[in-house]
Nanobody, 127 residues
Framework: QVQLVESGGGLVQAGGSLRLSCADSGRTLSTYGTGWFRQAPGKERVFVASISWSGGSSYYADSVKGRFTISRDNAKNTVYLQMNSLKPEDTAVYYC????????????????????WGQGTQVTVSS
């Protein structure tokens, strides 16, 4: 059973950095493609970045390319999102997500591919 727990959110000034972590207490995350999505107030949840189970492939939303980096440490069953050069428009609740079943090794890019969600962590970027 996958149980995702995010951490690392907080308040940061524009231009600053944060690193989000997603840990799986069920110790199975290493076998799933994993991603990060975010939801700003009054808006839909959208894709941010994702990574394959092996870490060999990753995808990013255009809005974060060159600023965010997704990575994983399968020995620790943890996925990370390093966020640099943060902007006020990055303010949102960030959710860790994993896919299972057929295609579970690939990086997810759509909400309908997700089988497991974390509870979310708030990221606030002040101008």
């Amino acid at each position: 059973q996958v149980q995702l727990v995010e951490s690392g959110g907080g308040l940061v000034q524009a231009g600053g950095s944060l690193r989000l972590s997603c840990a799986d207490s069920g110790r199975t995350l290493s076998t799933y493609g994993t991603g990060w999505f975010r939801q700003a107030p009054g808006k839909e949840r959208v894709f941010v970045a994702s990574i394959s189970w092996s870490g060999g492939s990753s995808y990013y939303a255009d809005s974060v390319k060159g600023r965010f980096t997704i990575s994983r440490d399968n020995a620790k069953n943890t996925v990370y999102l390093q966020m640099n050069s943060l902007k006020p428009e990055d303010t949102a609740v960030y959710y860790c997500a994993a896919r299972s079943g057929i295609g579970r090794y690939a990086p997810p890019r759509r909400s309908d591919e997700i089988d497991y969600w974390g509870q979310g962590t708030q990221v606030t970027v002040s101008s």
